[in-house]
């Protein structure tokens, strides 16, 4: 019988934490805040240490934190907003629930992220068009590799756009010395259970420097509220984290920087015993990824997965439909062949199990299953 091991091991995890997260769950209890309990106020001063901005904003999810982050900015209809159409779905929908419209950019095909060349003819052409409002750039930080700010920072100067970094595979991620995060004018992360930090449920946050938008998002987060939460002065949400939820965040980031270390250290194995036989992911100079995910891409991306899967190892697609091609957003009028990069990779792409508490010997496992494949693969062909 093989072995069978987890895409992603959250219970090795919790083994290793059981004392102090049981610990900190029973605190929530006992007090009973367990909506905005004295947890909320502890994680935000420690999130935003960890990542060097003046606000950090615990929310109800990743999505949450893209939807406060356009309200802050009253983004709605007939604005555009400029992103990725290979990311979740999340980033895409967050732009439609404000009633806005996303305005998909192809890939650069090396680093996943939105291509900033292409990027700048978008918003020229959306400008000429007059027929919406450039508002902003979305860019995503895909399986955990910052976008190029570097490029996109100037373009949004140029154009008055905001940036609003999509970090919920990210956080603790760097580009040059800023953290993930610290890298738009407002960001936004996930806590889901699968991220890099998740807690046991939805969680996410939002990042700012500018004390405005952050009062804004303050009152979003809690139906709009003024003075208190029966003065509403505008439209808002319920958003906001629960306690119990914080209380376990509070343990986890106690140890992600060494999670960190062993999520690096597996990447590195991959590409060691990996980077002959499929394309292993590329690193831009000065750039270091959470490692959210580790993709490779093939041709043979199918027969690869059914032989792994046949040993024991899961891996998964990300992501099979780009945005442009789902059913959701049809009525946009995006059709196939409208991002060549982005549907290439798409179709030959796929992530290997990835997180801190597996061992690096299943990189010359995959290595030995991917050579079986190759070698059959050829023989068919010679
Ligand atoms: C997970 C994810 C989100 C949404 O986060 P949730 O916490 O699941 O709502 C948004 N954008 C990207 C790129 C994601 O991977």
Redesign the pocket.
């Given at each position: 019988m093989v072995m069978k091991i987890p895409f992603v091991d959250l219970r090795s995890q919790y083994e290793q934490l059981k004392p102090q997260i049981n610990a900190r769950i029973d605190q929530v209890l006992e007090h009973g805040a367990y909506v905005m309990g004295p947890e909320i106020a502890e994680l935000e001063c420690q999130l935003s240490e960890y990542c060097n901005v003046k606000h950090a904003i615990t929310c109800s999810?990743?999505?949450?934190?893209?939807l406060l982050g356009l309200m802050a900015y009253d983004v709605g209809p007939g604005d555009a907003v400029f992103t990725t159409p290979f990311?979740?779905f999340?980033?895409a929908e967050?732009i439609a629930l404000v009633g806005a419209t996303p305005i998909f950019v192809d890939i650069d095909h090396r680093t996943f992220n939105i291509d900033p060349e292409r990027l700048e003819e978008a918003i020229r052409r959306v400008n000429q068009s007059r027929k919406l409002r450039s508002r902003g750039i979305l860019p995503?930080?895909?399986f955990g590799l910052p976008a190029n700010y570097d490029q996109i920072d100037p373009l949004a100067r140029e154009h008055a756009l905001f940036v609003l970094e999509?970090a919920?595979?990210s956080f603790g991620a760097k580009h040059g010395n800023q953290a993930s995060c610290s890298l738009g004018d407002i960001s936004?992360t996930?806590?889901?259970p699968a991220?890099p930090l998740g807690c046991y449920g939805?969680?996410?946050a939002v990042f700012t420097n500018d004390d405005a938008l952050a009062e804004k998002i303050l009152s979003i987060r809690i139906h709009g509220m003024g003075q208190n939460k029966y003065d509403n002065v505008r439209i808002g949400l319920n958003a906001r984290m629960d306690s119990i939820q914080a209380a376990v965040l509070l343990v986890k980031l106690g140890i992600f920087d060494d999670e960190l270390k062993k999520r690096r250290h597996l990447a590195e194995a991959y590409d060691q015993c990996l980077r002959d036989l499929v394309e292993t992911p590329f690193t831009p100079d000065g750039m270091s990824s959470s490692w959210?995910q580790f993709s490779v891409l093939s041709d043979h991306r199918e027969i690869m997965i059914g032989a792994l899967a046949e040993q024991g190892i899961p891996v998964q697609v990300y992501y099979r439909i780009p945005c442009h091609l789902s059913r959701a957003l049809g009525h946009l009028g995006y059709k196939p062949g409208d991002f060549p990069v982005t549907e290439e990779v798409s179709s030959r792409i796929f992530s290997l199990p990835m997180h801190p508490y597996l061992d690096d010997g299943i990189a010359a496992r995959i290595r030995s299953v991917l050579q079986d494949v190759l070698h059959g693969v050829s023989r068919t062909v010679g």
């Amino acid at each position: 019988m093989v072995m069978k091991i987890p895409f992603v091991d959250l219970r090795s995890q919790y083994e290793q934490l059981k004392p102090q997260i049981n610990a900190r769950i029973d605190q929530v209890l006992e007090h009973g805040a367990y909506v905005m309990g004295p947890e909320i106020a502890e994680l935000e001063c420690q999130l935003s240490e960890y990542c060097n901005v003046k606000h950090a904003i615990t929310c109800s999810s990743g999505t949450d934190a893209l939807l406060l982050g356009l309200m802050a900015y009253d983004v709605g209809p007939g604005d555009a907003v400029f992103t990725t159409p290979f990311t979740f779905f999340a980033t895409a929908e967050a732009i439609a629930l404000v009633g806005a419209t996303p305005i998909f950019v192809d890939i650069d095909h090396r680093t996943f992220n939105i291509d900033p060349e292409r990027l700048e003819e978008a918003i020229r052409r959306v400008n000429q068009s007059r027929k919406l409002r450039s508002r902003g750039i979305l860019p995503v930080n895909l399986f955990g590799l910052p976008a190029n700010y570097d490029q996109i920072d100037p373009l949004a100067r140029e154009h008055a756009l905001f940036v609003l970094e999509d970090a919920a595979q990210s956080f603790g991620a760097k580009h040059g010395n800023q953290a993930s995060c610290s890298l738009g004018d407002i960001s936004a992360t996930s806590f889901f259970p699968a991220k890099p930090l998740g807690c046991y449920g939805d969680g996410g946050a939002v990042f700012t420097n500018d004390d405005a938008l952050a009062e804004k998002i303050l009152s979003i987060r809690i139906h709009g509220m003024g003075q208190n939460k029966y003065d509403n002065v505008r439209i808002g949400l319920n958003a906001r984290m629960d306690s119990i939820q914080a209380a376990v965040l509070l343990v986890k980031l106690g140890i992600f920087d060494d999670e960190l270390k062993k999520r690096r250290h597996l990447a590195e194995a991959y590409d060691q015993c990996l980077r002959d036989l499929v394309e292993t992911p590329f690193t831009p100079d000065g750039m270091s990824s959470s490692w959210a995910q580790f993709s490779v891409l093939s041709d043979h991306r199918e027969i690869m997965i059914g032989a792994l899967a046949e040993q024991g190892i899961p891996v998964q697609v990300y992501y099979r439909i780009p945005c442009h091609l789902s059913r959701a957003l049809g009525h946009l009028g995006y059709k196939p062949g409208d991002f060549p990069v982005t549907e290439e990779v798409s179709s030959r792409i796929f992530s290997l199990p990835m997180h801190p508490y597996l061992d690096d010997g299943i990189a010359a496992r995959i290595r030995s299953v991917l050579q079986d494949v190759l070698h059959g693969v050829s023989r068919t062909v010679g």
